[in-house]
């Protein structure tokens, strides 16, 4: 189970910081990522992070947003900073008992567990 937090209505140029507790199962080896999806648009990745600590990001969030992971309480972390209006949507995070492929860990159909969601709104 997948269960985020953090989100919320901000003012462009201002921080959020997303959480992600994941529970009921036990990853070794495992790829968590970070996903966005506005209305009318298709869901797309952010970031990601696997159990060697690779990251990977989307070009439209690098420098201003950081993934994260703390093993001791399962929390999955995305740390978003200088947010735009075009970062308004709901964020999603996901998990995967594989490693992260480079870009392929910012696709969507990898995942099978998800989160519901929580909105992040930027106002401008």
């Known amino acids: 189970q997948l269960v985020e937090s953090g989100g919320d209505s901000v003012e462009a140029g201002g921080s959020l910081r997303l959480s992600c507790v994941v529970s009921?199962?036990?990853?070794?080896?495992?790829?968590l990522g970070w996903f966005r999806q506005a209305p009318g648009k298709e869901r797309e990745g952010v970031a990601a992070i696997d159990s060697n600590g690779r990251t990977t990001y989307a070009d439209s969030v690098k420098g201003r947003f950081t993934i994260s992971v703390d093993n001791q309480e399962n929390t999955l972390y995305l740390k978003m900073n200088n947010l735009k209006p075009e970062d308004t949507a709901m964020y999603y995070c996901?998990?995967?008992?594989?490693?992260?492929?480079?870009?392929?860990?910012?696709?969507?159909?990898?995942?099978?567990?998800w989160g519901p969601g929580t909105q992040v709104t930027v106002s401008s």
């Open positions: 996901a998990a995967d008992d594989r490693f992260c492929l480079g870009r392929q860990s910012l696709s969507a159909a990898r995942f099978p567990s």
């Open positions: 009921g199962h036990s990853y070794t080896d495992y790829c």
